[in-house]
Every structure is written in structure tokens, then in C-alpha cells.
């Protein structure tokens, strides 16, 4: 069993759509969690980081319960823009630092 | 705009060739890591050095090796690669190096090994 797992994806959803992505991950000592975004042939870049109390920035919710060691990742009135991949990243201190394989979006007119 | 540059963009070696890659952060953060990352996969951490020392060796072979000249710089040498090690190879770096931080991504050099 992988330590971050995603949902497969892709997902295929028209302008305007609500899409929720979802991220587990197995060590209950993983400390910090964020979601990346990247889009193809790029680097990944910081979309969010996630805590205990969740939160919002803009269009975009990011949740996390540790006691289900669950994250996830909530898009409003999707953009043609949101098109990419989107990384789930766990770390557990002292440097380790792993992503999940990542969901694919697009987002269609 | 990304604050972490990485030169070269491209890279296209042959397996005798020895090359560096290097990135550059101006940001005064103290940890920066190399990954590497296959198409269609995610990025694998392969070293971390914080406060210019080698915290994290991924088990990485011997043909990959990692500098950090001073704060601001991380190279990584290359030597005899394989096909199998062409991939986008990322930095990156962050503040003081601990579980919060947040790792900001320099845009990549992608290697050819021929």
C-alpha cells in the first residue's frame, strides 16, 4: 500500500462544475499537509496548505481529519484554468516529503 | 514567478559524459532538496541538505551526487547515467527545513540520457 493515495482520476467536468478530490494516507505520524498543483511539463506549485480546522481560499476547500487520515480538496465554479494535475503531499518531519501519484483535472467548455 | 531557478532547461547527455545541474534560490531559505520525476508520475525525493549539510540520501545511486556550495546553491554532478535515469529533475527549497514548511519548486532541468 502506497503511503499517499489519490483518487485515480481523470476527471472530467464542464466550466462551472463543483469537484471534490480525496487523498488518504497511512502514517498516522504525518505532521503537515498540502495540495500542489501541477500542470503538464511544469513545476508543481503550491495550491494550499491543510489544517485540522480547514480552509478556504477562494473557489478553492481544503479539509483534513486526522482521526480518518483523510484529505481533501474541494473546487467551486470550475475554470478552464483549473486544468491540471493535482498533488496531495504528506509530510512526516525531518525532511520526508511524499506526494501522492496525483489526479488529473480538466475542465471543459 | 518562481524564485528557485534551475539551469540548464534541457539537458542531453551520453552515458560517459559527466554534467552538472545547478539551482539557485535567493530567498534565505535553508533547505533545498533535489527530486526527480518521471513522466505521468509523481516527484521521488532524492536528497535534502539543510543549513548546507546532507540530511536525506533517498538511497540514491552513487552516479548522482549532490553539492551545496553555500546557502543560496545546491548542484547535483552527474556521471555514467543510464536511459533509465532521463527525467525532470526539480529543487527545491524551503525556510528552516522542518515538516511546515512550505517547499517552493525552481521550473526544472529535463534530462536526455542517450
Known amino acids: 500500500r502506497k503511503e499517499v493515495e489519490q483518487d485515480p482520476g481523470p476527471f472530467n467536468v464542464p466550466e462551472g462544475a463543483t469537484v471534490a478530490f480525496n487523498c488518504t494516507y497511512s502514517n498516522s505520524a504525518s505532521q503537515s499537509f498540502f495540495w500542489y498543483r501541477q500542470d503538464c511539463r511544469k513545476e508543481p506549485k503550491l495550491l494550499m496548505s491543510v489544517y485540522s480546522s480547514g480552509n478556504e481560499d477562494g473557489r478553492f476547500t481544503a479539509q483534513l481529519n486526522r482521526a480518518s487520515q483523510y484529505i481533501s480538496l474541494l473546487i467551486r465554479d470550475s475554470k478552464l484554468s483549473d486544468s491540471a494535475t493535482y498533488l496531495c503531499?504528506?509530510?512526516?518531519?525531518?525532511?520526508?516529503?511524499?506526494f501522492g501519484a496525483g489526479t488529473r483535472l480538466f475542465v471543459k467548455a | 514567478d518562481t524564485e528557485v531557478t534551475q539551469t540548464p532547461k534541457h539537458l542531453v547527455m551520453g552515458m560517459t559524459n559527466k554534467k552538472s545541474l545547478k539551482c539557485e534560490q535567493h530567498m534565505g531559505h535553508r533547505a533545498m532538496y533535489w527530486y526527480k520525476q518521471k513522466a505521468k508520475k509523481p516527484p521521488e525525493l532524492m536528497f535534502v541538505y539543510s543549513y548546507e549539510k546532507l540530511s536525506i540520501n533517498e538511497s540514491v545511486p552513487s552516479r548522482f551526487s549532490p553539492e551545496c556550495p553555500n546557502s543560496s546553491l545546491l548542484n547535483l554532478h552527474l556521471h555514467a547515467l543510464q536511459p533509465e535515469d532521463s527525467a525532470l529533475y526539480l529543487c527545491a527549497s524551503s525556510q528552516a527545513g522542518d515538516h511546515t514548511d512550505t517547499q517552493y519548486f525552481g521550473p526544472g532541468t529535463r534530462l536526455t540520457v542517450l
Open positions: 503531499v504528506v509530510s512526516r518531519g525531518g525532511f520526508k516529503t511524499i
